[in-house]
């Protein structure tokens, strides 16, 4: 008990000081007394709160300057404030710059000891008990060091970590909801299951950091480089990433719903069973993308990139597709009932199994399609018809590739044969790897005079529907006895 009171004596003390006003015979005083109360805090955890309070009660006349100066990553917030009070000081009558240097000098001890505090709390074996009751809410820490500090649970709420330096620090758990981050140093961090929600983290450094269940809803990460960052089931609903570089980046399982990812680039993004309903992807990169069994229902990917994608079973529904770029994309399984796909432009896609049930298809254009039986295309047939008997492809719809004989019907012309077979060849790889297609379908194209209409080739062109079916035969037989895998 008497030690508890000679704690309490000294905090006192150490409080009374730091009341009085800065000037340059105070000074010396509030030096020592962050000093007696960082001590404290060291060799009396208990009293860590308390000590901290006092000592951030130094950097309140930051809340002045916040937003009147520019970030520079090379200086301390303090420094580049001071020489801008300086010349502020000289203007104003009645200043005093040695005051202003006093009052900067002293927020920089007062860092250094928050951070000294805080590594050596991050250091004990009963650490997460011990930071999981410090609370940095609204407390001005702009500029701060915690590089490599274990600062997880830590509450730093609404705090003020304006050009602080958190690279490689272990920040597990921490809330930093509606924190001010803006200009931060988040290098290397292990931000797993951090609370982000609302902070403000523009020109913030995240190269190489880990979000992996992050909480992020409503945070502005529009124009950030987070090129392979680890944000695996994250929580970022209703984000704003707009220009956000998430190239190669994993984000297996996150919540997206409502996001505005105006054109971002996420190409070569790994999102498989992501949820990104409602989403924003407009004009978006999403080039290699894996976003196999992901919800993209009513989502905007209006002119958006998507070539090479893979949407195998994929959600997009009600999704609008307009003029988007699709060539190549891996859509098997994927439900596309209500889609809006007007103008786009779908070359070499996989559509196995793909839901087009009234699927709006006006304008645009299917090369080289991959169908089987079990594409579903309720009221999309007026875009698209198929051939059931013959196993044949919509290339043929080129009309470079047939002659009319001598007879006036319509052959396959000699030249285009081998390319037929090499064309074939690809598709067969293709059929390897689902061992489902027991037949090919095509789209014909015939021009009348209003309106184009769409035919199968068998009703149309009989010759070529025989011939194209020998070809077929006669590289799925090729097939068979190299890989030993019937195509029947």
């Given at each position: 008990?008497?030690?508890?009171?000679?704690?309490?004596?000294?905090?006192?003390?150490?409080?009374?000081?730091?009341?009085?006003?800065?000037?340059?015979?105070?000074?010396?005083?509030?030096?020592?007394?962050?000093?007696?109360?960082?001590?404290?805090?060291?060799?009396?955890?208990?009293?860590?709160?308390?000590?901290?309070?006092?000592?951030?009660?130094?950097?309140?006349?930051?809340?002045?300057?916040?937003?009147?100066?520019?970030?520079?990553?090379?200086?301390?917030?303090?420094?580049?404030?001071?020489?801008?009070?300086?010349?502020?000081?000289?203007?104003?009558?009645?200043?005093?710059?040695?005051?202003?240097?006093?009052?900067?000098?002293?927020?920089?001890?007062?860092?250094?000891?928050?951070?000294?505090?805080?590594?050596?709390?991050?250091?004990?074996?009963?650490?997460?008990?011990?930071?999981?009751?410090?609370?940095?809410?609204?407390?001005?820490?702009?500029?701060?060091?915690?590089?490599?500090?274990?600062?997880?649970?830590?509450?730093?709420?609404?705090?003020?970590?304006?050009?602080?330096?958190?690279?490689?620090?272990?920040?597990?758990?921490?809330?930093?909801?509606?924190?001010?981050?803006?200009?931060?140093?988040?290098?290397?961090?292990?931000?797993?299951?951090?609370?982000?929600?609302?902070?403000?983290?523009?020109?913030?450094?995240?190269?190489?950091?880990?979000?992996?269940?992050?909480k992020m809803r409503g945070t502005n990460l529009s124009y950030l480089d987070m090129q392979g960052i680890d944000l695996m089931d994250a929580d970022m609903e209703g984000a704003k990433l707009i220009q956000t570089q998430l190239q190669s980046a994993d984000l297996n399982n996150a919540n997206m719903q409502g996001v505005d990812l105006t054109e971002a680039d996420l190409s070569g993004a790994e999102l498989p069973d992501a949820n990104l309903e409602s989403a924003n992807l407009s004009n978006s990169y999403l080039q290699g993308a894996d976003f196999q069994g992901s919800n993209f229902k009513?989502?905007?990917?209006?002119?958006?990139?998507?070539?090479?994608?893979?949407?195998?079973?994929?959600?997009?529904?009600?999704?609008?597709?307009?003029?988007?770029?699709?060539?190549?994309?891996?859509?098997?399984?994927?439900?596309?009932?209500?889609?809006?796909?007007?103008?786009?432009?779908?070359?070499?896609?996989?559509?196995?199994?793909?839901?087009?049930?009234?699927?709006?298809?006006?304008?645009?254009?299917?090369?080289?399609?991959?169908?089987?039986?079990?594409?579903?295309?309720?009221?999309?047939?007026?875009?698209?018809?198929?051939?059931?008997?013959?196993?044949?492809?919509?290339?043929?719809?080129?009309?470079?590739?047939?002659?009319?004989?001598?007879?006036?019907?319509?052959?396959?012309?000699?030249?285009?044969?081998?390319?037929?077979?090499?064309?074939?060849?690809?598709?067969?790889?293709?059929?390897?790897?689902?061992?489902?297609?027991?037949?090919?379908?095509?789209?014909?194209?015939?021009?009348?005079?209003?309106?184009?209409?769409?035919?199968?080739?068998?009703?149309?062109?009989?010759?070529?529907?025989?011939?194209?079916?020998?070809?077929?035969?006669?590289?799925?037989?090729?097939?068979?006895?190299?890989?030993?895998?019937?195509?029947?």
């Amino acid at each position: 008990a008497s030690e508890e009171r000679r704690i309490d004596e000294r905090f006192d003390n150490a409080v009374q000081s730091l009341s009085q006003k800065l000037n340059e015979d105070t000074y010396p005083d509030h030096m020592r007394a962050i000093r007696a109360l960082q001590y404290m805090a060291l060799n009396n955890p208990t009293y860590a709160q308390r000590c901290l309070d006092a000592i951030c009660d130094c950097n309140q006349w930051m809340g002045n300057y916040l937003g009147k100066f520019a970030i520079d990553d090379k200086d301390s917030y303090v420094d580049r404030t001071l020489t801008e009070e300086k010349r502020i000081a000289k203007i104003n009558e009645g200043s005093n710059d040695i005051i202003t240097l006093h009052r900067e000098r002293r927020s920089q001890e007062a860092l250094k000891a928050v951070a000294s505090i805080l590594k050596k709390i991050g250091s004990y074996p009963s650490k997460n008990n011990l930071l999981a009751k410090l609370d940095f809410s609204d407390k001005m820490l702009c500029g701060i060091n915690l590089s490599d500090a274990k600062i997880e649970w830590v509450n730093f709420n609404k705090a003020y970590l304006n050009n602080a330096n958190l690279s490689s620090a272990g920040l597990q758990k921490a809330s930093l909801g509606g924190s001010h981050l803006e200009g931060a140093n988040l290098s290397s961090a292990n931000m797993q299951e951090v609370d982000l929600s609302d902070a403000n983290l523009s020109s913030v450094n995240l190269t190489g950091c880990s979000l992996s269940g992050a909480k992020m809803r409503g945070t502005n990460l529009s124009y950030l480089d987070m090129q392979g960052i680890d944000l695996m089931d994250a929580d970022m609903e209703g984000a704003k990433l707009i220009q956000t570089q998430l190239q190669s980046a994993d984000l297996n399982n996150a919540n997206m719903q409502g996001v505005d990812l105006t054109e971002a680039d996420l190409s070569g993004a790994e999102l498989p069973d992501a949820n990104l309903e409602s989403a924003n992807l407009s004009n978006s990169y999403l080039q290699g993308a894996d976003f196999q069994g992901s919800n993209f229902k009513g989502a905007n990917l209006k002119n958006a990139k998507m070539q090479g994608a893979n949407l195998a079973s994929v959600d997009l529904s009600e999704a609008n597709l307009a003029g988007a770029k699709m060539h190549g994309v891996f859509l098997s399984n994927a439900n596309l009932t209500n889609a809006n796909l007007p103008d786009t432009l779908i070359n070499g896609a996989i559509l196995l199994g793909c839901d087009l049930s009234h699927v709006n298809l006006q304008n645009s254009t299917f090369t080289n399609i991959l169908f089987d039986e079990s594409t579903s295309r309720d009221h999309a047939g007026d875009y698209i018809e198929v051939i059931k008997k013959y196993p044949i492809l919509g290339r043929l719809k080129e009309a470079s590739i047939i002659e009319s004989n001598e007879e006036e019907d319509w052959i396959i012309k000699p030249s285009e044969r081998e390319g037929l077979k090499d064309f074939y060849r690809d598709i067969i790889s293709e059929i390897m790897k689902n061992r489902k297609l027991s037949k090919l379908e095509v789209r014909g194209l015939m021009t009348g005079d209003d309106d184009y209409y769409y035919h199968t080739f068998d009703e149309i062109y009989p010759a070529i529907s025989e011939e194209l079916a020998l070809i077929w035969e006669e590289i799925r037989d090729e097939a068979y006895k190299e890989k030993g895998v019937a195509l029947r």
